[in-house]
T-cell receptor, first 112, second 114 residues
């Protein structure tokens, strides 16, 4: 079982609120990722990091931001949540490009 | 355009039966192909990873095959169990960057009935 944790599991908030989704891993992986997943659809990469102080935007345009101050921690922040941000957010890590991704159990976000 | 297509979209089988899920891809240049299992409300879990030179790889009752010439892969589940009910996602990685960009299919939703 992979040691990657996401909190909260579920979050319901009102429009305009600032939120931070937490993601931590204890495997020492340099590479970490944030994906967005809607029902019946493929995962879309929104942010990734090669290591500390390295962050890049993914394929899917997102108004969120990320930081990587410590190897084990990769939080995602939405400054002003909107209903269009309602989705499931999955965090993952890996040790290299040919290694499997280890996923957390996700945060299901609902913005009302 | 790099794409990953999975079929069928959904499948219902009886417990104890076998089934095969399909994945076709157009990703190039190819690096590896992965199968993941995603239980409802959970993150995906890796089942197999196959590189260009590997034709088949097993993980318990799961056996994945790869035909790199026709760009097709299949996931065969033997003697299905109720716990196999999940979405099975095919993911293909290219060799275009150090990161190895990943292309995700939409998954096959498998339901196993008692």
């Amino acid at each position: 079982e992979a040691d990657i944790y996401q909190t909260p599991r579920y979050l319901v908030i009102g429009t305009g609120k600032k939120i931070t989704l937490e993601c931590s891993q204890t495997m020492g992986h340099d590479k970490m990722y944030w994906y967005q997943q809607d029902p019946g659809m493929e995962l879309h990469l929104i942010h990734y990091s090669y290591g500390v102080n390295s962050t890049e935007k993914g394929d899917l345009s997102s108004e969120s931001t990320v930081s990587r101050i410590r190897t084990e921690h990769f939080p995602l922040t939405l400054e002003s949540a909107r209903p269009s941000h309602t989705s499931q957010y999955l965090c993952a890590s890996s040790s290299g490009p040919n290694s499997p991704l280890h996923f957390g159990n996700g945060t299901r976000l609902t913005v009302t | 355009k790099n794409q990953v297509e999975q079929s069928p979209q959904s499948l219902i089988i009886l417990e104890g039966k076998n089934c095969t899920l399909q994945c076709n891809y157009t990703v190039s240049p190819f690096s590896n192909l992965r199968w993941y299992k995603q239980d409802t409300g959970r993150g995906p879990v890796s089942l197999t990873i196959m590189t260009f030179s590997e034709n088949t790889k097993s993980n318990g009752r799961y056996t994945a095959t790869l035909d790199a010439d026709t760009k097709q892969s299949s996931l065969h589940i033997t003697a299905s169990q109720l716990s196999d009910s999940a979405s099975y996602i095919c993911v293909v990685s290219d060799r275009g960057s150090t990161l190895g960009r990943l292309y995700f299919g939409r998954g096959t939703q498998l339901t196993v009935w008692p």
